[in-house]
């Protein structure tokens, strides 16, 4: 078994005619948080929506574990343990909490029972216990993502893949979803997050990668990237 | 010299939200100047604004000596003022002359129709076109689409090219193309106003860089010194505190590395 859980090998994307990705490769290893960072436009979505299965790769491969996933749909993927939780959360605004969550629940690859996988995200966000009635449209912004996070946990995902955390949301909640991953990371779970705030995704991660033009720019330790220029070149070209 | 364009103090609202705010700066003529800033920072309204497809409610924009604010689109353009689209707007049923034609017959001069289609013809040919001018602009790949964009815009004969996103999608080999293209454009004596997300291939075309944030302008200056400059880093990387806060309140849920640029 290699270390790898999730790798990514010459992945090409785009929509329509217009071809964002350019040959991107990159590995999420096992019980790690990586982190992907980029300027807007340099395709950090659609990396993660090529993976996840919500926009088929025009080419490359896409690894889970030692199986070839690279053409299955969204929903079979998220059966096997991945799950995305998208940019914006995407919540069914006029469903409740509790249904919400219900409805990340259909993995047939999970051991464990309803019950047990709600307990899970009801300890880790309790205020989603709280609020399990009340729709999911009418909470705050921060609550939002927590539902978004607790509704992929609900698939008992080996990966969880997670686009742009902290965009929108205040401080105090960052702080708190951070304190939630750096949880589930612990667990043993395998955490894919593209964050716009770069000081953010390297105190955060184990490994990170900069994508810049729809390819990696440049990637490391957080370490060693953070004391480098390449991102900020990666970033304004200069 | 009298400026090639110049804004004061632009604002245009749209509702509650400030979508270009009090902006001005200055274009002197044959200069490239390159536009940047994170989505959403009001480029592509800005390029509305000044070729007349929004009115903005305050300010003034001046294009070489004549005051355009508020003039409809298609008297700016026989000013000598074109543009391009960020998604390509080609007239699909009509062949990449014919596009250009267009350009030309509703450009800086009211052509004639033999005449126009000769200056078609100088602009298909220098975006490299000529051998395709007969196909049918929905034939063309995404390259070509970019290209005649821009072919057409260029047959107006225009002062000042305004470019949004024309290298957005394309190759390497076909980045370096157009931009040995947009370089002899300018070297013909047009003045050009960029908008572009390559990084790389806008800090090293552009003579001078503005930069917006939330519609207002953070920065204007030499490529080198707006990318070293730390507000526009911030405006790009993110806000460094929130890190340094997430090490002060949990050193275990942080590495401490902040980015150090």
Redesign the interface.
């Known amino acids: 078994m290699s270390d790898a859980l999730l790798s990514v090998e010459g992945l090409e994307a ?1 929509y329509g ?4 990705l ?1 040959g991107l490769s990159l590995k999420a290893r096992r019980g790690q948080l990586t982190a992907i960072v980029g ?3 340099a395709g950090k979505t659609t990396t993660l929506r090529a993976i996840a299965g919500t926009l088929t790769p025009w080419g490359g491969r896409v690894m889970f574990g030692d199986e070839d996933v690279t053409r299955l749909p969204s929903h079979v993927k998220a059966g096997r343990g991945l799950a995305l939780v998208p940019e914006g959360r995407q919540l069914f605004s006029a469903m409740s909490v509790a249904e919400n969550l219900e409805l990340g629940a259909f993995s047939p690859h999970s051991s464990r029972s309803y019950a047990e996988r709600l307990n899970q995200v009801f300890g880790l966000f309790p205020r989603l216990a709280e609020r399990q009635r009340q729709r999911a449209g009418t909470l705050s912004g921060g609550e939002q993502q927590m539902v978004a996070i607790a509704r992929g946990l609900m698939s008992d995902p080996e990966i969880l893949i997670i686009d742009e955390l ?1 965009l929108g949301l205040a ?1 105090v909640v ?2 708190q979803l ?2 939630t991953l ?1 949880q589930l990371k612990q667990a043993g779970l395998t955490i894919l997050l593209v964050e ?5 995704a ?3 991660s184990d490994y990170a990668y900069v994508i ?2 729809g390819r990696i720019f440049t990637e490391g330790q ?2 060693e ?3 480098k ?1 390449e ?2 070149r ?5 | 010299m009298t400026a090639m364009l110049e804004l004061d103090r632009v604002t245009k609202r749209f509702g509650g939200l400030l979508a270009v705010n009090n902006l001005s700066f200055v274009m002197q003529p044959g200069e490239i100047l390159g536009l940047i800033g994170p989505n959403g920072a009001g480029k592509s309204t800005l390029f509305n604004l000044i070729n007349g497809v929004f009115v903005p409610n305050s300010g003034r924009i001046v294009f070489n000596g004549i005051d355009i604010t508020g003039e409809k689109p298609f008297l700016v353009a026989h000013h000598g003022l074109a543009r391009t689209h960020q998604i390509v707007q080609p007239l699909t049923n009509m062949t990449v002359l014919e596009n250009c034609t267009v350009g030309a017959c509703f450009g800086r001069e009211d052509l004639p129709l033999h005449r126009a289609t000769e200056a078609a013809r100088r602009a298909a040919a220098l975006v490299g076109l000529d051998d395709r001018l007969h196909m049918l602009a929905l034939h063309l790949t995404i390259a070509g689409k970019k290209r005649l964009e821009l072919a057409r815009a260029l047959a107006a004969q225009p002062k000042l090219l305004l470019l949004d996103e024309v290298l957005a999608g394309l190759n390497p080999t076909e980045v370096e193309h157009m931009i040995g293209v947009i370089r002899r454009i300018r070297d013909s004596g047009v003045t050009i106003l960029i908008i572009e997300h390559l990084m790389q291939a806008i800090m090293s075309l552009s003579d001078r860089i503005v930069v917006l944030n939330y519609g207002e302008k953070l920065a204007e200056g030499l490529p080198a010194d707006v990318a070293r400059d730390p507000q526009v880093i911030e405006a790009y990387l993110g806000d460094p505190k929130l890190a340094m806060q997430l090490e002060s309140k949990d050193g275990g849920a942080s590495h401490g590395n902040a980015a150090n640029v």
């Open positions: 785009g005619e217009v071809q964002v350019w300027a807007n436009g902290s401080p960052v702080y951070l304190a750096k716009q705030n770069v000081h953010l390297l105190a955060l810049a033009e957080p370490a990237l953070a004391a220029p991102i900020r990666a970033y304004l070209g200069l």
